[in-house]
């Protein structure tokens, strides 16, 4: 069965750090871009970054650039995303995502994605 499974969200403190961990089992993630798109209650889901597969470059939204960052590890079948500076605007469940093969195309160019993982940003 081909599935992408979140782990490693939490409640965190604001300026606080959470890295979450997808991992794929069924197909080999080496040959397809996969990022991280999240959504908050009453809005619609936002792609927040994505991971190339050839290169590994790496795009990011403007609302986390600079303070996430996405990573892959192929010979785990893992993707990451640390998450620093958190801020409660961050709050939203985040759902690791298939982008297709080879390259980013756009934050928005997400096919399918995982069971998603809660972040909760408050003190």
């Known amino acids: 069965q081909v599935q992408l499974v979140e782990s490693g969200g939490g409640l965190v403190q604001p300026g606080g750090s959470l890295r979450l961990s997808c991992a794929a089992s069924?197909?080999?993630?080496?040959?397809?871009?996969i990022g991280w798109v999240r959504q908050a209650p009453g809005k619609e889901r936002e792609g927040v970054s994505c991971?190339?597969?050839?290169?590994?470059?790496?795009y990011y939204a403007d609302s986390v650039k600079g303070r996430f960052t996405i990573s892959r590890d192929n010979a785990k079948n893992t993707v990451y995303l640390q998450m620093n500076s958190l801020k409660p605007e961050d709050t939203a469940v985040y759902y690791c995502?298939?982008?297709?093969?080879?390259?980013?195309?756009?934050?928005?160019?997400?096919?399918?994605w995982g069971q998603g993982t809660q972040v909760t940003v408050s003190s």
């Open positions: 991971i190339s597969s050839s290169d590994s470059r790496t």
């Open positions: 069924g197909f080999t993630l080496d040959y397809y871009a």
């Open positions: 995502a298939d982008y297709g093969p080879g390259d980013c195309t756009g934050l928005a160019d997400f096919t399918w």
